[in-house]
């Protein structure tokens, strides 16, 4: 079982860069696979990204593909969201959750959520 706790969010201008950072207790979490998603106000919970339990395979939205890099520490028990070149529409809450299965676009396949870290971005 893992905790995930994110953090690193705030207010950034567009075209800027943050990165998220999600550090998840538990002695098994190199075992999990992770992923990022965002939910904006009045949307659905969308993905964003995902990384394999050893960093070897990740996948991203094609919102974010060539903007957003995710990547993970194991020795650190965490997991980046790198962001870039940011746009308004990146404006959301941003969850890090962690699952069992492979890499996945799906919100079903993580059992573990953490509380979500605002981004704002500004025009």
């Known amino acids: 079982q893992v905790q995930p706790v994110e953090s690193g969010g705030g207010l950034v201008q567009a075209g800027g860069s943050l990165r998220l950072s999600c550090a998840a207790s538990?002695?098994?979490?190199?075992?999990?696979?992770m992923g990022w998603f965002r939910q904006a106000p009045g949307k659905e919970r969308e993905f964003v990204a995902t990384?394999?339990?050893?960093?070897?395979?990740?996948y991203y939205s094609d919102s974010v593909k060539g903007r957003f890099t995710i990547s993970r520490d194991n020795a650190k028990n965490t997991v980046y969201l790198q962001m870039n070149s940011l746009k308004p529409e990146d404006t959301a809450v941003y969850y890090c959750?962690?699952?069992?299965?492979?890499?996945?676009?799906?919100?079903?396949?993580?059992?573990?959520w953490g509380q979500g870290t605002q981004v704002t971005v500004s025009s």
């Open positions: 538990g002695r098994t979490f190199s075992s999990y696979t």
């Open positions: 959750a962690a699952g069992r299965q492979g890499t996945s676009v799906f919100r079903y396949h993580y059992d573990y």
């Open positions: 990384i394999s339990w050893n960093g070897g395979s990740t």
